[in-house]
């Protein structure tokens, strides 16, 4: 039998599956010092693609297209592979991702969480779950909402100066179901900062229904560590 990997190989130009990712580069992240964006420079294109690529995988996962314009799409997006792949960079040099002055960060993994606010103890703002996310019968995919979390409180525990941490663990209670297509809110705060242990919390609601919330230990890594 044959299985579905073989009759749709993942198309690589290139043998590198990291696009020249380059190696880990201890404390060379970019820093979240304050939750006072810069407004994005005027004639800035690339927070419209973010945004046009986010509202394109809505649409990919709500249409029900035909053949021909299945093929058509298919032909289209290898066309921009061929023409991005000689592009790749180090992650160091990567936009994707890196763009704090915009909304979600300027990248498409993570759920577009909008700050509206935030200080050294926490932060505030509102995530909007597209088609994209969804998982069943209306509600988001589970895993969608750790990663909104993550992204949230992996900002606010590496925010306002602190060196670099990562997530030691992420606890997620789903305490109703999270709708795709409304504006929600969200909020983070600290609940300690000892040593090398920021413990950080968060919570995701629909006016005031309670979705789900998080608590994450963030550790504060030692020189070296990746
Ligand atoms: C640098 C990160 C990024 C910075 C970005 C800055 C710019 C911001 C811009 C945009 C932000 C975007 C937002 C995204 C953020 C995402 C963050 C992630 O998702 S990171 C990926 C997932 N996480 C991992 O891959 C970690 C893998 N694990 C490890 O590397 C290690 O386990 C590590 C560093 C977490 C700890 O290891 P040890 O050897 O250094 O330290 P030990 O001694 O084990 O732990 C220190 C203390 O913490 C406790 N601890 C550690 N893990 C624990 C656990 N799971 N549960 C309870 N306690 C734990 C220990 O018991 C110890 O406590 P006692 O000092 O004895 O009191």
Known sequence: MTSVNEKHPVPSPIDDPTLGLGSAEPGGFPQVDSWTLPAAPED???????????SFLDHVAAAKPDNATVAELAGDLAAWR???????????????????????RGQTMSPNFAIEGGDRDGVWGTVTYGRY???????????????????????LANSAGRSPC???YLHTDFRAITPVGRQL??????VSEEGRKRVVRAELKDGDTLCAEAEGLFVALNPGQP
């Open 185 to 190: 809110s969200v909020r983070g705060w600290f």
């Open 44 to 54: 800035d294109p690339y927070g419209d693609m973010v945004a046009n690529l986010r």
């Open 166 to 168: 990562r997530t030691a």
């Open 82 to 104: 061929a023409r991005l792949a000689p592009m790749s960079v180090s992650e160091r040099e990567q936009v994707f991702a890196h763009r704090t002055d915009l909304p979600g």
């Open 133 to 155: 996310y969804l998982g069943g019968n209306g509600a988001v995919h589970g895993g969608a909402i750790p990663l909104l979390f993550d992204e949230v409180l992996g900002r």
